[in-house]
C-alpha cells in the first residue's frame, strides 16, 4: 500500500473514523474513501454504503473490472448512563455482541464493582466524565436509563450533539415530552431531538429488567447495521 495511503488511513483509525481503501485488482491503483465525505455519486456508491454497515472486508466484481475493498470501521462503544438493574443486564450481553461498554452513574449505591464485574464502571457524574474523558461520536450509542433529568440530560444532549449512531431513553411517552421541553431549552432542534429512540428499546413487549435490555440492545444493533434505515423507520413510526 502506498505510504501516504497507509498513514491517511491511520490518521481515520486514531480518530475513530470509518473508512475504506479501494484497491483495483487489475491495476493496483488504490484510493481511500472516508465515510463522513462519502458520496452517492461515486461509482461504487451501494456497495461501499453497504460496506460502512456491515464492515465487513472483501472482493467484488462490477462491469469496471474487480476491486477489493479493504474496511476499517470503529469498534462500536455503548454508554449507559445509570447502573441500574436494567443495566446489569444489558451491559454483559452487549460485550459479547462486541460492544465496548461504558456504565456511568454518580450514585454510589448502584454504581458498585460488585455489581458490575468485568465492565468499565465509572461512579461519577456525567458532566464530569464527557466529554473531557469520553467524547462521543458517530460509532457510540448512550442509553440513558436513570429516570432522572440530573444524570439523563446531559449526556442525551452531548450523544445528540456529537452524532452518536442510537442516544436511546428510558421513559413513558409522558416523560419524554417533559424531556422534550428541557432539551429544547438548552438549545436543541426538534430533528434532533426527534433522534432520540424513546421509550427505549424495540417493541417486543419486554417487561422484566433482562427483557428490557434484550429490547434495548437489539435496538443498538439495528440502528448500527441498518443505518439510515432504522432512524427513518423510527422517524415515521413517532409521526405516526
Known amino acids: 500500500m502506498d505510504l501516504a495511503l497507509l498513514a491517511a488511513l491511520n490518521e481515520e483509525r486514531r480518530a475513530r473514523r470509518a473508512a475504506i481503501v479501494v484497491t483495483d485488482l487489475g491495476t493496483g491503483a488504490a484510493r481511500l474513501v472516508r465515510e463522513a465525505e462519502f458520496a452517492g455519486a461515486d461509482p461504487l456508491a451501494g456497495e461501499l454504503a453497504a460496506r460502512f454497515r456491515t464492515a465487513k472486508s472483501g472482493t467484488i466484481e462490477t462491469p469496471d473490472g474487480r476491486f477489493f475493498l479493504t474496511v476499517q470501521v470503529p469498534p462500536p462503544r455503548l454508554v449507559i448512563i445509570g447502573a441500574v438493574h436494567i443495566s446489569q443486564a444489558l451491559g454483559p450481553m452487549a460485550r459479547m455482541a462486541g460492544f465496548d461498554v461504558t456504565v456511568i452513574d454518580p450514585r454510589t449505591a448502584f454504581a458498585t464493582p460488585e455489581r458490575f464485574e468485568g465492565t468499565n464502571l465509572l461512579a461519577e457524574w456525567p458532566q464530569d466524565v464527557i466529554p473531557s474523558r469520553l467524547a462521543f461520536d458517530g460509532y457510540t450509542a448512550l442509553a440513558a436509563v436513570t429516570h432522572d433529568p440530573k ?25 419524554h415530552a417533559k424531556r422534550v421541553e428541557r432539551l429544547t431549552a438548552l438549545g436543541l432542534d426538534p430533528a434532533t431531538i426527534g433522534r432520540i429512540a424513546a421509550p427505549i428499546g424495540l417493541d417486543i413487549g419486554a417487561q422484566s429488567p433482562a427483557e428490557i435490555a434484550v429490547a434495548v440492545l437489539a435496538q443498538v444493533i439495528e440502528a448500527l447495521r441498518k443505518r439510515p434505515e432504522a432512524a427513518a423507520t423510527r422517524t415515521r413510526d413517532v409521526a405516526a
Open 151 to 175: 444524570i439523563d440530560d446531559f449526556p442525551l444532549a452531548e450523544a445528540l450533539k456529537a452524532g452518536s449512531f442510537y442516544v436511546g431513553a428510558l421513559g413513558s411517552r409522558k416523560t
